[in-house]
């Protein structure tokens, strides 16, 4: 059986699990949630990629994404946000979806999976 490693968990959720050479995120989000969708957007990406830092792995070894959205018409804007962190790297799969989120001030949540 091979080893299943986990990092910054609680009793509710764990951040980053890692599994045959896999990286799975929790949802990521915001750390200020004053901020506009780009604000948000940059904050996300960014805590994607100390996520991933952890695991041992970067943006350029996505596999998917699924970005949650509140609403539609700022998915231009969190999208140049996306072109512009993803900048020399081949996109992931990615589903993008209207969603209520679980803090109502959140704009933006992204889940990925990457390779080690």
């Known amino acids: 059986m091979t080893d299943i490693q986990k990092y910054d968990s609680n009793d509710a959720i764990t951040e980053v699990v890692v599994h045959n050479g896999v990286v799975y995120l929790a949802g990521q989000v915001p750390d200020d949630d004053n901020l506009d969708i780009t604000g948000q957007s940059k904050q996300v990406l960014a805590n994607i990629d100390k ?3 952890a695991a041992g792995t970067d943006k350029s070894k996505l596999l998917s994404a699924q970005v949650f959205i509140k609403d539609l018409a700022q998915f231009d804007a969190f999208n140049a946000e996306w072109k512009a962190w993803l900048a020399g790297c081949v996109p992931p799969a990615r589903a993008t ?15 990925v999976i990457a390779a080690v």
């Open 51 to 53: 996520a991933l830092a």
């Open 97 to 111: 979806i209207k969603a209520d989120l679980v803090n109502p001030k959140w704009l933006v949540e992204v889940m």
